[in-house]
């Protein structure tokens, strides 16, 4: 049994949720190239509707996928506070 059709059965409703969860790496091929097993990670991270919302339209803006602009967006604010670098 789905979990749709046990929720339907039980007349549970899905919490809504006010975060927005962004996957930070895919698991699919991207224009900078297939995600590499062993060494990316998947991160989730919570947001506010509204800025997951200005993250797809940055997106398809720049025709990128979201993984290389929130990667590109982590290694800017950890140079800005010098933090680790990049191996």
């Known amino acids: 049994m789905s979990k749709l059709a046990g929720m339907a059965k039980n007349k549970n409703k899905p919490k809504a ?7 930070a ?4 091929e991207t ?7 062993g060494r990316d990670k998947k991160l989730s991270i919570y947001t506010t509707p509204e800025k ?6 940055q997106k398809i803006e720049e025709d990128r996928p979201v993984n290389d ?7 800017l604010y950890l140079k800005s506070v ?3 670098q990049k191996s």
């Open 17 to 23: 949720t006010t975060a927005a969860v962004v996957e």
């Open 69 to 75: 602009i929130v990667n590109d967006a982590i290694d």
């Open 25 to 28: 790496t895919e698991a699919v």
């Open 31 to 37: 224009k900078s190239g297939p995600a590499l097993k």
């Open 52 to 57: 997951k919302k200005a993250l797809m339209l």
């Open 82 to 84: 010098g933090g680790p």
